[in-house]
């Protein structure tokens, strides 16, 4: 069955220090991978994604996130975070035999300190 | 485009009584879901639809039905609700296979 791990369910850190958020899968297959952000009281917006090519992928608002296949890791990172990135995020992984079906880990609580 | 939207924003149910989420997309996406967020569990999937006509079941189905008589609308129902099923609900929608999916506002539900 497949599932999606996060490693760290609450960070705490202060503005300007580096953020690495780990993502582990398990999947029998080829799989598109996701990272979602959460900010207070709102709804669920795309950081950024992989489907296939350079397993280095640039998102919005600086994030990126590295793609190891041999580790089934999805880790998002972001140098310098700031105040306003605190929020809740999410990994989630769908198989590319899914037409849609998501798996979402258990989401990890960011809170940037200023 | 207004995106996903969902209705109401809010509802508090007493044990037993039946309600109606609503969800609709006016970006003629053939994919639709249903999830439900409960703390330190992420999202879960409770059902989807790849088209009008076509629904089948997520990872937490019961308690809960859906129909798709339209592309727009998606509906999920309550038929009696239960103090577990106090919960966010969030709808989203997508087109195709492998593309991104919009999520709705969400929905917080409790039931008393």
């Known amino acids: 069955a497949q599932s999606v791990s996060q490693h760290n369910h609450h960070v705490i850190l202060s503005e300007a220090a580096s953020l690495e958020l780990g993502c582990n899968y398990s999947?029998?297959?080829?799989?598109?991978l996701f990272w979602y952000v959460q900010y207070p009281g709102q709804h669920l917006q795309l950081l950024l994604k992989?489907?296939?090519?350079?397993?280095l992928v640039k998102g919005i608002k600086g994030f990126e996130a590295e793609f190891i296949k041999s580790k089934f890791s999805f880790n998002l990172r972001k140098p310098s975070v700031q105040w306003s990135d605190t929020a809740e995020y999410f990994c989630?992984?769908?198989?590319?035999?899914?037409?849609?079906?998501?798996?979402f880990g258990a989401g990890t609580q960011v809170v940037v300190t200023p | 485009n207004a995106g996903v939207t969902q209705t109401p924003k809010f509802q508090v149910l007493k044990t037993g009584q039946s309600m109606t989420l609503q969800c609709a997309q006016d970006?003629?996406?053939?994919?639709m879901s249903w999830y439900r967020q409960d703390p330190g569990m992420g999202l879960r999937l409770i059902h989807y639809?790849?088209?009008?006509?076509?629904?089948d079941q997520g990872e937490v189905p019961n308690g809960y039905n859906v129909s798709r008589s339209t592309t727009e609308d998606f509906p999920l129902r309550l038929l009696s609700a239960a103090p577990s099923q106090t919960s966010v609900y969030f709808c989203?929608?997508?087109?195709?296979?492998?593309?991104?999916?919009?999520f709705g506002p969400g929905t917080r539900l409790t039931v008393l």
């Open positions: 639809s790849v088209g009008a006509g076509i629904t």
């Open positions: 989203a929608s997508k087109r195709g296979s492998g593309n991104e999916q919009f």
């Open positions: 989630a992984v769908k198989g590319t035999d899914s037409w849609g079906k998501l798996q």
């Open positions: 970006m003629n996406h053939e994919y």
């Open positions: 992989y489907f296939s090519g350079d397993p």
């Open positions: 999947y029998g297959g080829t799989v598109n």
